[in-house]
């Protein structure tokens, strides 16, 4: 099926082949990308993730192509040139040789179903050795590769998600989520000193826990904090909050969503409806 895309300066058909090709881990050259969710033609979360997307522009050095108002208006037309009641957008920016290119592509979404958020999901851990360095820049990086890789690996011993410890052994964030975990009611997740994306989901989490008066600590922990935990979670943008429920082949606390997860998620639910 052709869909709509906006690339390098106009509006044109693509094929799915295409589309994989313009993503990132897939690009040539340095830039960051955005994954956003729309339902129903509406984009959630639409300026943190702009203002992200310039942040990483910045950091990056390299100029931005258009002004946000602009990017807005792309990402807007996009997602109506390509209808679904359940969608994920993205806007891509990067530079290539002495080119900056700007592509930004809408598609339909699956979202996970209920009984997985129900239940849970599980995962394995693993270290970014010498990868590190590239990986964990707190940049929503193009440079996408080393994450799919280890994403890929988790899959293949059977988990769902490959959760990611720097050099000194302290965890990082997910191959595709920010990881946060609860214990004796307080809420922990990895500090932006560890290079972790500030994920949009992330940003939300902490503003709405504090909002609502549960403790909450940012910092640097090792593998068993998140072992012994009593309950765990992990976000992005297109999961929202997936209670996360067994790490390395064991049950994290009872081995169901805690109490704190699921009060979260009843709160994002309510927000994305």
């Not at 996360?244 to 998620?265: A, E, Q």
Request: glycine residues 10%.
């Amino acid at each position: 099926m052709k869909r709509w895309i906006f690339i390098d300066g106009k509006f044109r058909q693509t094929e799915e082949g295409e589309l994989r090709s313009l993503s990132p881990g897939h690009v040539k050259g340095d830039g960051v990308f955005e994954t956003i969710r729309a339902v129903g033609g509406r984009v959630f979360f639409e300026e943190a993730h702009l203002g992200r997307l310039e942040k990483g522009l910045r950091v990056l050095r390299i100029p931005a192509v258009y002004p946000r108002a602009v990017l807005r208006a792309l990402l807007r037309e996009t997602v109506r040139r390509n209808p679904c009641s359940d969608g994920r957008a993205r806007l891509m920016v990067w530079q290539e040789g002495s080119r900056r290119r700007v592509v930004v592509a809408a598609q339909p979404y699956r979202p996970f179903a209920k009984r997985i958020y129900q239940s849970g999901v599980s995962a394995v851990i693993f270290r970014a050795g010498a990868r590190a360095r590239e990986m964990f820049r707190s940049v929503k990086s193009v440079r996408y590769r080393p994450f799919l890789d280890f994403y890929q690996r988790a899959r293949k011993k059977g988990y769902d998600e490959a959760v990611l410890t720097g050099p000194a052994g302290k965890i990082v964030e997910g191959s595709r989520s920010n990881i946060f975990w609860v214990n004796n009611g307080r809420l922990t997740t990895p500090s932006l000193k560890t290079g972790c994306l500030p994920g949009i989901i992330r940003g939300w989490v902490l503003a709405t826990a504090r909002k609502k008066r549960t403790p909450v600590r940012e910092g640097t922990c090792g593998s068993a904090d998140l072992a012994f935990a009593d309950e765990a979670f992990l976000t992005n943008s297109l999961i929202g909050i997936m209670p996360l429920t067994s790490l390395n082949g064991r049950g994290i606390g009872s081995g169901r969503p805690g109490s704190v997860t699921l009060k979260l998620m009843r709160e994002y639910n309510r927000t994305v409806r």
